[in-house]
């Protein structure tokens, strides 16, 4: 009799978890309903049944609580493992989204020295990365998202990169995967008018996408300061200097300053918007948990015999790179420890690709860019699953 109960309750399970498993790998908006929809109907199944068979309570606290199921559980608790990576582990998916490699990189030539980030004619390597095949990345099912799916993602979204060249890099990365050619080439020169502000319009997704120019940290705290006084809340921040200040005034302890201050002013930014609901405007997915979500875009890996001056070669030495990597690390300002921003780790994403990937040591083929565009949207999948 008991034996009956455990199979049918073994075959309501996989019924339930192989369909939540697979949804949570293709991630549209009508398939995270569905997950949501059978996550429900299991919770409900589980209320029903409790009663009547002590041990399901503890199968469904071990596998939907638990953080770690993997050892010392019930061998029910095989069935969410086989199935996908559980509700909690998602969030450690954080941590192996920058498991990405590159193959095939040949040589960039077709394009004028010292002009790269002004005028945007990299040439791009397009789809020569991917993540690698660890038994992480695969069980967290990342996937390069199309435009269509992108667009379902940011519908209704606004986006504000700051920074310096590395942030336009990355604006013209993400314009490259929303727009069509023609229109991308269309813009293509005002993005690059050096040294300016810059704001597209995406009116069939209703996405505003704003770059601001903020070659220093200071630059990126006033214009969180500005947003704060405005009430205005982007839903999606992306922000990030360092080169200018490593060239300009080559003081690591200043930058861990300017770190400190910009820290404050998201931590006091974020617990303001947070604290309001939505205002009944147009939503994606994006927006159905607190904004704005904050990336921080890291430093690129520099290498130094191809900085393409002596005083870039003098004050941007490895040396002085490490120490403002460290100063990052130190102030808190990363949410590996407990800050308000999600790295995007350029430095590791530029080494992984090499010196093939760049002719001024700085600033790298479009591919690098592009890859850290795909880690910011799985990340933001990883954060709006969490909240169902
Ligand atoms: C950049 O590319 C555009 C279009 O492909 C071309 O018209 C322009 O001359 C190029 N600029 C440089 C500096 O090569
Ligand atoms: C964006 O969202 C609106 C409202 O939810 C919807 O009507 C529209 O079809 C969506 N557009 C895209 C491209 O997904
Ligand atoms: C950035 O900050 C520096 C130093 O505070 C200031 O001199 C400069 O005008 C600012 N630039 C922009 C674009 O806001």
Known sequence: MVGAVQFGVLAACVVLFVPMGLAGYHLSRNKMLFFSGALFITLAVGVHLTPYFP?????????????????????????????????????????????????????????????????????????????EKSRGVIECGFQKLGRSDASDLLNGSWIVVAGDSQARLVVVSLLELMLNRERMEAIRGDLFKRHSNYRAVIEEIGVRLDFVWAPYVLNCSDLLGELKRDGRYPDVLVVGSGLWHMLHVTSPFEYGLSLGSLRRSAVSLLSISSGLGNDGSVRGSVNSVPSPHMFWLGMPTLINSMLNTEEKRKKMSVVMQNAYERELHESKLLSLSGGPFLLLDIRSLSRKCGSQCTIDGMHYDGSVYQAAIHVMFNALLIESQQQL
């Open 55 to 131: 041990s399901i309570s503890s199968f469904f606290i071990s596998s939907l609580v638990s953080s770690s199921s993997s050892s010392s559980s019930p061998p029910l608790t095989t069935t969410s493992i086989t199935s996908g990576v559980g509700l909690d582990d998602r969030k450690s998916c954080i941590s192996f989204l920058h498991e990405i490699s590159w193959d095939n990189v040949k040589e960039i030539r077709d394009f004028d020295e010292g002009l790269v980030a002004e005028n945007g004619n990299l040439s791009n390597l397009g789809e020569n990365w991917d993540w």
